[in-house]
């Protein structure tokens, strides 16, 4: 394995037209936050680098809708960012900006540089354009059906739903999403970068790790999923794609090429060239050099994103700082899946969300449990779940009963016996040990099983696998609480024979105390603080504190030593009650319906009354009444039914997009209007041979269109 001599390591940008939730925390941000602090206490050189992604057309969007300035709107999310992560206790070296002209410098000097080695392609192709609005539809300005997922509301450059990456002219019925119209194809000219030519080295980077024969990095390192996706899309065939946009928002292209006017860098280019200009804002704020963080090859690099940027880190970023030739490669993208919110899918634009700056105002000083949570539920493998009761479970179970219990009853005791002064231990005592051997326990022996739980932590970070990590914390605690089960030191103290015993098991709790308070930083920084407190000691600056604690428990030696004074006690966690929780259920509830009501640019065309169609058009639907003999849930799709529906003389098979809105039961003999004569379509797989129609209200509610009493199946609506 490679040695590396600093790490840099950078978390995704958050993209500035909405708030922070709890997905993007369990994301992008709280895996590197643990990995930094971690490697920082391991007297590594870390530079950990983040900021706002304030560019592209999602930002126009916003703006128009809001009816402000586009510098309004990354404003106000960036300061929100800002104090949201520092609130959060995300220990960012640096916190920058793509607005900045630092960034706007550096992005262009990286397409020049491209420009001039003749690494783009230039290519006039047909875009979508919106004649009323009389602009080019960049990215999010066009929406459609996936192709892959038949998504409804995928974007022109991504779907949300399945995670594919697009082009607009892939969508299905594209829409202008400033007026709802069907777009034109007009020519244009764009740089493009030609991934094919890249081809046969991005293969070898990720397949074997090495490029040239150097190996760069294991690809048993790397997660499953993240290797699947990035084979997969070179196995699809890697495409040229454009790095320019038609918008007038963002990077722009540098005006000494021949036609850059109106043109911007495209925001997959500019957002990742972020993380060396947030690396340069550092340098300059801390008289520091910025180059060997990202062209040392002695530089670990390691990218922290959620599963939807993996295409962006492993392949075009890659690819550009590959063409441009001065910069090292990553080498690990540990990318996390999504985090599902009570059964459903977390969504910005439908406003279904644990808002990260709501929670910080409903529990003010809740972080660490919080944190503790998303950690414990992080989607690191595979999609997880948020929900409120776990959240609840999760606090008053494990950290109220467990961890603060522990530290409660130690602080208390050692003050209460000792004057809060760690007692000397007797090397020869025996008392019982904490394991499950049976054997009798002695202090070094439990400070070495201690160790042992350690170097367990550290593998697992090393491994990004947080969530055994956090187990880990969580099982010194309880070897820590077992000790005194096992021991029961408030009986031993009543006979003045006990006392070496009590001494000896009271100096090994107060060691699991200052080990969680090291162990537990890279997790719970909020309560590693409260640990030093507790403990008469100063904060830890996060410089070498986990190697000078294993070193020190490899020797044998203790981690603090007895006659050291240590604080009086509080707790360090509360429970939370039902009503606590059953007012965020309530929350989620109203935002979701709240959202219905407020048209958004996707939904407003629904509600408009629609213009005149000639009677004619009219008779060419077929509307008859159909009976629903069966129901399923379609596989994969949360909001799909496949129904089987009898028309009297024929039965039809129509998948439904109502699976929110009816279980399978209650859809089952209940008669229906149905427009029989649409052109067949394959959705998921399920060929649907007809509509249901649905009335919808305000709240987006769905039922069923039916007639006023039973019916004979097949009867024309007209
Ligand atoms: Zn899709």
Known sequence: MREFDRLLITSALPYANGPLHIGHLAGAYLSADIYARFMRMMEKDVLFVCGSDENGAAITIRAKKDRVEPQKIVDTYH?????????????????????????HETAQEFFMDLFKKGEFIEQESEQFFDATANQFLADRYVMGQCPNCDYEEAYGDQCENCGSSLNATDLIHPKSTISGNIPQLKKTTHWYLPLDKYESWLKEWINNGTVDGTELHRPEDWKNHVLGQCKSWIEGGLNPRSMTRDLNWGVDVPSEINGSEGKKLYVWLDAPIGYISATKKWAEENEKEWEPYWKDDKTKLVHFIGKDNIVFHCIIFPAILKAHGDYILPENVPANQFMNLEGRKISTSKNYAVWVHEYLKDFPDRQDELRYYMIKSMPEQKDSEFTWKGFQDANNNELVNNLANFVNRVIVLTNKYYDGIIPEFDMDMEFESAG??????????????????????????????????????????????????????????????????????????????AALRIACRPFLPFTSDKLSELLGLPAIEEKDEFLLMQDNLAEGFPIMEAGHKIGKAFHLFSRLDDKAIEGQLSKLKEMSFEDFKKPTANTSAKKETKSAVAFNDFTKLDIRTATILTAEKVKKADKLLKLELDLGTEKRTVVSGIAEHYSTDEVVGKQVSMITNLEPRKIRGVLSQGMILMAEDNEGKLCFVSPEKPWTNGASIR
Not at 82 to 97: A, C, I, N, P, W
Not at 447 to 459: G, I, V
């Open 436 to 513: 499950e051997d049976g054997l009798p326990g002695f202090h070094d022996g439990e400070l070495l099983a201690l160790f042992d739980l350690l170097h367990e932590l550290s593998d697992h970070i090393r491994a990004y696998n947080f969530r055994e990590a956090l187990k880990v914390v969580m099982a010194i605690s309880s070897r820590g609480n077992q000790l005194l089960q096992f021991n029961e030191p408030w009986k031993l103290v009543k006979d003045e024979e006990n006392e070496d015993k009590v001494k000896t098991i009271m100096n090994l709790a107060c060691q699991h105390v």
């Open 79 to 103: 300061t929100l960012f800002k104090d949201t992560f520092e609130q959060m206790g995300l220990s960012f070296d640096v916190y920058h900006r793509t607005s900045s002209a630092l960034h």
